[in-house]
């Protein structure tokens, strides 16, 4: 058995870019397949297909242990990898024909803080979504196909803002864990509403006592404004998603 408190070294370095790593080995949905001072990766089963599809989050100091993680992942599989240095990227695309799965890096944020941000009284009326409000999401949700988001409705991972009974936006949590997949309709934007249901998130986890955590492209200026102005930190290192299929 491999245990992450080996990376601390690294991962003191930009703990918040890691976080996500030691995030999920801590709520106990990823597994350490490799650890060492300079090198770990972890593996997240997919809930619906543990046999099929999984994620995996990697970090190292240099190609060398980039090499010794590709030799783990899987020959021929489908799957979605973090990694959380660039250098790898050229790599993982040679030896597994991945794309980025986001077009360009990101930059972790977490909420640090054990109170949650001021709650105000909510603009929006926010509630657990459910398969009946698929078609709404996936309209307005391009980046994951219909599968994925509805085994997020099933396992009650998304919730919407309502207006007067109306949907507004909506927020989830990621198969891996991070906040994500904030979308406010085109009708609803600049009246706050992108806040208030992140807030409700940042919320949520904590009373689940997990660390709010997720990733906003480096060149999402308004994102990027919105974490800092509910109190996230942002790390000063970059990861970049790719899939492979």
């Known amino acids: 058995m491999f245990d992450l408190s080996i990376c601390q070294e690294l991962f003191d370095r930009d703990p918040v870019r890691y976080l996500d790593m030691t995030e999920a080995v801590r709520r106990g949905i990823g597994t350490v397949l490799y650890a060492s001072p300079t090198a ?3 593996d997240i089963p997919s809930p619906e297909q543990p046999d099929a599809f999984h994620t995996y989050l990697m970090c190292c100091a240099g190609l060398e ?5 590709c030799g783990l992942l899987p020959a021929g599989g489908r799957f979605l990898l973090a990694a959380h240095e660039e250098f790898c990227v050229p790599l993982l695309k040679e030896r597994f024909g ?3 799965f986001l077009e360009g890096a990101s930059y972790q944020a977490a909420y640090l803080r054990t109170q949650p941000p001021v ?3 909510y603009v929006l009326a926010i509630r657990q979504l459910d398969v009946s409000d698929l078609p709404q999401v996936s309209a307005h949700y391009q980046l994951e196909g219909a ?3 509805c085994s997020l409705l099933d396992r009650g991972q998304l919730f919407g803002g309502f207006q007067n009974g109306t949907l507004a936006g909506f927020v989830g949590r990621h198969a891996e864990g991070s906040i994500g997949l904030l979308e406010i309709l085109p009708q609803y934007r600049r009246q706050g509403f992108a806040t208030a249901l992140e807030r409700y998130m940042i919320d949520l986890e904590l009373s689940l006592c997990h660390i709010p955590f997720g990733q906003v492209l480096t060149d999402n200026a308004p994102s990027l404004a919105l974490q800092r102005s509910l109190g996230m930190t942002i790390s000063s290192g970059t990861l970049c998603w790719l899939s492979c299929d």
Do not use: C, G, H, I
């Not at 242990?65 to 993680?69: G, M, P, Q, S």
């Open 119 to 121: 709650l105000q009284d």
């Open 98 to 100: 991945a794309t980025l």
């Open 65 to 69: 242990e980039a090499t010794l993680l």
């Open 40 to 42: 770990a990766l972890v």
């Open 147 to 149: 599968d994925y988001l």
